[in-house]
Nanobody, 122 residues
Framework: QVQPVESGGGLVQAGGSLRLSCAASGRTFSNYAAVGWFRQAPGKEREFVARITWSGGVTYYADSVKGRFTISRVNAKNTVYLEMNNLKPEDTAVYYC??????????????WGQGTQVTVSS
């Protein structure tokens, strides 16, 4: 089975940028349909951020991040990236990567990483 490993989180000022990485450990992402990014802020439920299909590279974004975040993949590196620009304090959360057999990640039986903290100061 695959184990996604997130990295790249940190503290940034509002308006700044960060790039998160989700690397595969174990099986490769090519064995699965899609990879998604989710986030969870303190006291809030987990929410969808973006997803990408592994084979076709089709992307989809939450309205709250559309135009600011970009999800991409590098097949040779077996890695999915989330480029985050013009960050806002409300983007503060733990960001998780989910690898799925389905085209829409976010299912209970997906493979989830341990998360990386993103904090945006005002």
């Amino acid at each position: 089975q695959v184990q996604p490993v997130e990295s790249g989180g940190g503290l940034v000022q509002a308006g700044g940028s960060l790039r998160l990485s989700c690397a595969a450990s174990g099986r490769t992402f090519s064995n699965y349909a899609a990879v998604g990014w989710f986030r969870q802020a303190p006291g809030k439920e987990r929410e969808f951020v973006a997803r990408i299909t592994w084979s076709g590279g089709v992307t989809y974004y939450a309205d709250s991040v559309k135009g600011r975040f970009t999800i991409s993949r590098v097949n040779a590196k077996n890695t999915v990236y989330l480029e985050m620009n013009n960050l806002k304090p409300e983007d503060t959360a733990v960001y998780y990567c989910a690898v799925s057999r389905y085209s829409r990640p976010g299912n209970d039986d997906d493979y989830w990483g341990q998360g990386t903290q993103v904090t945006v100061s005002s």
